[in-house]
């Protein structure tokens, strides 16, 4: 079985809107619906989960129910963060999910993840036992920097990739790595860097610079132009 854990907790500050980034309206359609349209397409997927910024759960039904979102199961309320979400989704599968079924974390505000991306993410945790979605980086020069004023150290870029989600791991690794970051006091807000403070390997899988996150109005201006462009692309 695979579940995608959808992360909509955010309050979306960035963007200074009254509206919360997963609920703006992008060419009539709230964000977080094309987002839940993306797993309610892909036959991999089983169920859908997501972990709601409190007092939009019932609004987030009513969407799914006007878009068709029938694999949405459950709608939870969020937590302070990314991992407090995450956590409080992967604890509220205890006695659906089996040890090594499949949960996809994604955060809500990436709504241009295609089949492809979720299929290749399923895939590589299938066989290594988890799968990130990332990126080769291929831009800019990275320099580290201590001070945000000046650099000494150019980063190699061959070195260096870019991680986003979907996320895919064995619920039962998931949910031991929630556990353990709850005995130790780890307080980091991604479950990827989490999996790296407790000693695990990561894996990557197929990625794409489309998949953006939707964190400021001009990202969400990115996100109409691609869009408008693929549907361009369909007429054609």
Known sequence: MNIA??????????TEQDVPKQFINVYDKPIIV????????????D???VSCLEGWEEI???????YGITKLKWVISGGEDGQASTRKALFELKGVCREKD????????????????????????QRYGNGLSAVRFQAETIVRSRDGISG?????RQ?????????????????WAQEEAEK???????????????????????????????????????????????REDWIK
């Open 5 to 14: 854990v959808i992360l909509a907790g955010g309050s979306g500050k960035r």
């Open 34 to 45: 094309y987002t839940l349209e993306a797993f309610q397409k892909h036959p991999g997927i």
């Open 47 to 49: 169920g859908i989960i």
């Open 60 to 66: 987030l039904k009513a969407y799914a129910r006007e």
């Open 102 to 125: 499949i949960v996809l974390v994604h955060d809500a505000v990436r709504p241009f993840v295609s089949s492809e991306i979720i299929s290749d993410c399923i895939a590589a945790c």
């Open 152 to 156: 000494d150290e150019i980063i190699d």
């Open 159 to 175: 070195d260096i990739m870019r991680v986003m989600t979907p996320q895919a791991f064995h619920y039962g690794k998931a949910v």
């Open 184 to 230: 130790r006091g780890i307080t980091t807000v991604y479950i990827n860097v989490l999996m790296a403070e407790l000693g695990e390997r990561l894996y990557f899988s197929k990625g794409s610079a489309k998949n953006i996150k939707l964190t400021t109005m001009e990202d969400i201006e990115i996100f109409k132009a691609l869009y408008s462009a693929e």
